[in-house]
Antibody
């Protein structure tokens, strides 16, 4: 059974940093692209960042480019999202998702982790 | 990258069919057959319902189907059931090598 478990969220001041982690199990982690998607409660889903299977190619939404960094450790079956220079508008539930059933699709999701940026 | 456009709400009676549209541009929906659809119940994580425009993952009811014409994709739910009441989002790969979601549609079963 595929499981994705996010951790590392919490309350942070504007301008601060957080690192989210997503521990994966139930599939061959090193074979698949991973993503982070966020959702402000009551609002829609927004793709944040993605990383290919070997960790070399990464991509970002314009809203986080230069502030967020995605990475992965295939030995630990974990993907990370380093979030720097956080803004109030980064407040959201952050989900990790795997792209395994095909190209450019998020077929399994974690339960999400809350990040609150507030003074 | 602007969000794909979906109707805010769609409703139907049990047993009826409803269709949710998802309108993008020639740089996303119109450019690739990489449109997917997600169902999200309140407080839950999204669930994949359709991928590659019209493919269903294992375990998803065949009451859900997808299609695409030009820059607009559609999700049809036939034989509407109470459990189908949820938010639905479309998503597409884009020519900028990024991904974009739709604005979301709340489905209400009357």
């Amino acid at each position: 059974e595929v499981q994705l478990v996010e951790s590392g969220g919490g309350l942070v001041l504007p301008g601060g940093s957080l690192r989210l982690s997503c521990a994966a199990s139930g599939f061959i982690f090193s074979s698949y692209r991973m993503h982070w998607v966020r959702q402000v409660p009551g609002n829609g889903l927004v793709w944040v960042s993605g990383i290919n299977s070997d960790g070399i190619a990464t991509s970002y939404a314009d809203s986080v480019k230069g502030r967020f960094t995605i990475s992965r450790d295939n030995a630990k079956n974990t993907v990370y999202l380093q979030m720097n220079s956080l803004r109030v508008e980064d407040t959201a539930v952050y989900y990790c998702a795997v792209e395994s059933i095909g190209w450019y699709v998020f077929d399994y999701w974690g339960l999400g982790n809350v990040v609150t940026v507030s003074s | 990258q602007s969000a794909l456009t979906q109707p805010a709400s769609v409703s139907g009676s049990p047993g009826q069919s409803i269709t949710i549209s998802c309108t993008g541009t020639s740089s996303d929906v119109g450019a690739y057959n990489y449109v997917s659809w997600y169902q999200q119940h309140p407080g839950k994580a999204p669930k994949l319902m359709i991928y590659d425009v019209n493919n269903r993952p294992s375990g998803v009811s065949n009451r859900f189907s997808g299609s695409k014409s030009g820059n607009t994709a559609s999700l049809t739910i036939s034989g509407l059931q109470a459990e189908d009441e949820a938010d639905y989002y479309c998503s597409s790969y884009t020519s900028s090598s990024t991904y974009v979601f739709g604005t979301g549609t709340k489905v209400t079963v009357l």
